[in-house]
Antibody, heavy 113, light 112 residues
Framework: QVRLVQSGTEVKEPGASVMISCEASGYTFPSYSIHWVRQAPGQGLEWMGVIDPSDGSTTYAQKLHDRLTMTRDTSTSIVNMELSSLRSEDTAVYYC??????WGQGTLVIVSS | DIVMTQTPLSLSVTPGQPASISCKSSQSLLHSDGKTSLFWYLQKPGQPPQLLIYEVSNRFSGVPDRVSGSGSETDFTLKISRVEAEDVGVYYCMQTTQLPVTFGGGTKVEIK
């Protein structure tokens, strides 16, 4: 079955960067795009961007495009999401999702000094 | 960006009674390919969202038939014919017709 397993909780200081990994299994990795969605505490869902694993092409939300990088490794079926210049408002649970159907378990990122 | 507006903000429902959630988009979600990319999710506490409905009215695998979606263009509805305890959580609509993907603000459903 389709599984998306994300890396664990991260605590970062303001200004630092964070990288979250999402390991996919149970399907043909290059055939489905991976989106990233985040959710601040007690808030709704915010789309961050999408990567096409077949060629690595990406589309990012405008408000994040200068701080966000998504990459993929087709040999390991892993997608990485890196967010730089972290601020307190980046504190959230981050989800990877296969074409917005199946979702990973979420990764909590806390940005605090 | 397409703005998705959900109503009501919250709903308290007696078990066995119906529930209905509205989602309105600021632009038509009908794509040039004829598809309407409107999705519904349920997020239970402490869990990632789970897909219920895709392309307006198609139930995802494992979703009971008492859950249904309808609508077109800019007006969409999620209906639960008989609410059960397992239906508690926050429901979100989402569109992927135009990037960026955007979500409604959510509707919290509770059991009376």
């Amino acid at each position: 079955q389709v599984r998306l397993v994300q890396s664990g909780t991260e605590v970062k200081e303001p200004g630092a960067s964070v990288m979250i990994s999402c390991e996919a299994s149970g399907y043909t990795f290059p055939s489905y795009s991976i989106h990233w969605v985040r959710q601040a505490p007690g808030q709704g869902l915010e789309w961050m961007g999408v990567i096409d694993p077949s060629d690595g092409s990406t589309t990012y939300a405008q408000k994040l495009h200068d701080r966000l990088t998504m990459t993929r490794d087709t040999s390991t079926s892993i997608v990485n999401m890196e967010l730089s210049s972290l601020r307190s408002e980046d504190t959230a649970v981050y989800y990877c999702t296969r074409e917005l159907g199946q979702w990973g378990q979420g990764t909590l990122v806390i940005v605090s000094s | 960006d397409i703005v998705m507006t959900q109503t009501p903000l919250s709903l308290s429902v007696t078990p066995g009674q119906p529930a209905s959630i509205s989602c309105k988009s600021s632009q038509s979600l009908l794509h040039s390919d004829g598809k309407t990319s409107l999705f519904w999710y349920l997020q239970k506490p402490g869990q990632p969202p789970q897909l219920l409905i895709y392309e307006v009215s198609n139930r995802f695998s494992g979703v009971p038939d008492r859950v249904s979606g309808s609508g077109s263009e800019t007006d969409f509805t999620l209906k639960i014919s008989r609410v059960e305890a397992e239906d508690v959580g926050v429901y979100y609509c989402m569109q992927t017709t135009q990037l960026p993907v955007t979500f409604g603000g959510g509707t919290k459903v509770e059991i009376k």
